[in-house]
């Protein structure tokens, strides 16, 4: 078999091949311009190379609930020339194979578990920090979808109180991206996290937010293990600051052997960046499963 993967994100279309084993053949990348642009050139991408099937990673808003009227669009979207458009529909129709789809984040967090650093677990949440803030999550062995799908990100936390920095997200007042997105660290202190690794104030607060977000989603969703990746993350000195400031806000009430050694229970993404697209790559492999089945 010949599986089809395909990372839609807000800035660049990562397309890539693979087998039933996991193992990625090859991989391309275009930017994300118009569907009229974008379309027929990633179209034409997975028809040359006759796929099986093929598994979408999306950014969202995005409807992913199988059997839904809407499934496959696109929906309320700040990047316009996307808004209400049906990302599964044209592959459908040009290549005739089946076509899995969920959001970029859930992807992501099911290729940590098929593949990564949560293998084998059954209830994972997936926390990217990044342009945005994203949660995807795996709860009882399988994604969490519910009535579209879960926005993580946008939970409200405590704002610290020596922060004068604006929270950025144009709904909320104090949501988790809006106090700790990559945009909003760079707003607060005028350069981006890259720039900015040496400053500890800047890490302090950052993780502060960070184990607020952890720590609503860890008691909600009792997961076995939470990996964090984007690129604010990158920024390594992180991990043990989250790690130490979630000890002290859980104060014990929560105790069970993973939260005894927090090193494993809170760590970094385990596939180099590739958690996407391997995420798509088994999104693939399960819409082949279910085609058959049917
Ligand atoms: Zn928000």
């Not at 949560?118 to 999550?137: H, R, S």
């Not at 997200?169 to 996290?193: D, F, N, Q, V, Y």
């Amino acid at each position: 078999m010949r599986y089809g993967a395909l990372e839609a994100g807000g800035t660049k279309m990562v397309c890539a091949i693979g087998d039933e084993n996991g193992n990625l053949l090859e991989q391309y990348t275009i930017p994300t311009l118009t569907p009229e642009k974008t379309m027929p050139e990633l179209i034409r991408y997975f028809a040359e190379r006759r796929i099986d099937a093929l598994g979408i990673g999306a950014f969202g808003p995005v409807d992913v609930v199988p059997g839904s009227e809407s499934f496959g669009k696109i929906l309320h979207t700040p990047k316009v020339a996307w808004r209400d458009y049906n990302i599964v529909e044209p592959f459908v129709q040009a290549l005739s194979v089946p076509v899995g789809l969920d959001t970029d984040v859930n992807a992501a967090c099911l290729g940590e578990v098929m593949y990564g650093a949560a293998k084998g677990l059954t209830d994972v949440v997936y926390l990217t920090v990044g342009t945005g803030i994203g949660a995807g999550i795996y709860s009882g062995g399988r994604l969490v979808h519910g009535m579209l799908h879960p926005e993580g990100g946008h939970i409200l936390i405590q704002r610290h109180p020596k922060d004068s920095g604006e929270c950025i997200c144009p709904c909320h007042t104090h949501c988790l991206e809006g106090l700790a997105s990559g945009p909003s660290i760079e707003k607060r202190w005028g350069r981006k996290a890259i720039a900015l690794t040496d400053c500890a104030e800047v890490w302090e607060l950052e993780s502060d937010y960070l184990a607020q977000g952890i720590m609503n989603l860890l008691l909600i969703l009792s997961p076995q293990r939470i990996i964090l990746g984007g690129g604010v993350m990158q920024q390594k000195q992180l991990f043990p600051l989250v790690r130490q400031k979630l000890a002290k806000k859980l104060n014990g009430y929560y105790d069970t052997p993973e939260l005894r050694r927090l090193e494993t229970y809170v760590v970094p993404a385990g596939l180099d960046g590739a958690q996407g697209i391997m995420g798509c790559l088994y999104l693939a492999q399960n819409a082949k499963l279910l085609e058959t089945i049917e």
